[in-house]
T-cell receptor
């Protein structure tokens, strides 16, 4: 049973470019959350997708957008990259059971470097 | 302002001792508090979850306490081993919300 898989593992971009990161959730999971983790910091919540809709968003600008597909996989898009966007981007999946807190399973992340 | 604070300095302990990590929060009313382990270059791994109406939770060598009056959680690893060396993250979830709010983590080193 595959866990959460993310691709690519590493990415180097230049300022102003756009990037797309991909996530396949753990088998049986229907909810995907994205986090940004800067060096030495904890993960910061970007947004969560459920039933192909963005359900909640953290304090990130509109340059950050996402999508969830019918098979529950998800993409994170970042436009007009800034140096400060350099970070580890983590995807976490869970199964929504309505109200109860469900365990999140994290992927290994995509390391994005913006030059 | 809202804050989650974990010991920013690394914790160094000897193998076999009990490691105690602290998580304090301000201006949050979490419904749940979680602890995760993160190894370098890897994603966080869930360890324990405790609800606001629970005082203590145990799992094997791990113990978590949750004091909503003090706004503090303590995370204990008993009989620590070098393999326990990692960064430990505290995280909060609010009622009715979907986002998890993480602290910056505490780095633990267990020496043989």
């Amino acid at each position: 049973d595959a866990g959460v898989t993310q691709s690519p593992t590493h990415l180097i971009k230049t300022r102003g470019q756009q990037v797309t990161l991909r996530c396949s959730p753990k088998s049986g999971h229907d909810t995907v959350s994205w986090y940004q983790q800067a060096l030495g910091q904890g993960p910061q919540f970007i947004f969560q997708y459920y039933e192909e809709e963005e359900r909640q968003r953290g304090n990130f600008p509109d340059r950050f957008s996402g999508h969830q597909f019918p098979n529950y996989s998800s993409e994170l898009n970042v436009n007009a990259l800034l140096l400060g966007d350099s970070a580890l981007y983590l995807c976490a999946s869970s199964l929504w059971r309505g109200g109860a807190k469900n365990i999140q399973y994290f992927g290994a992340g995509t390391r994005l470097s913006v030059l | 302002s809202q804050k989650i604070e974990q010991n920013s300095e690394a914790l160094n302990i000897q193998e076999g001792k009990t490691a105690t990590l602290t998580c304090n929060y301000t201006n949050y009313s979490p419904a749940y508090l979680q602890w995760y382990r993160q190894d370098p270059g890897r994603g966080p791994v869930f360890l324990l979850l405790i609800r606001e109406n629970e005082k203590e939770k145990r799992k094997e060598r791990l113990k978590v306490t949750f004091d909503t009056t003090l706004k503090q959680s303590l995370f204990h690893i008993t009989a620590s081993q070098p393999a326990d060396s990692a960064t430990y993250l505290c995280a909060l979830d609010m009622t009715g919300g979907f986002k998890t709010i993480f602290g910056a983590g505490t780095r633990l080193f267990v020496k043989a």
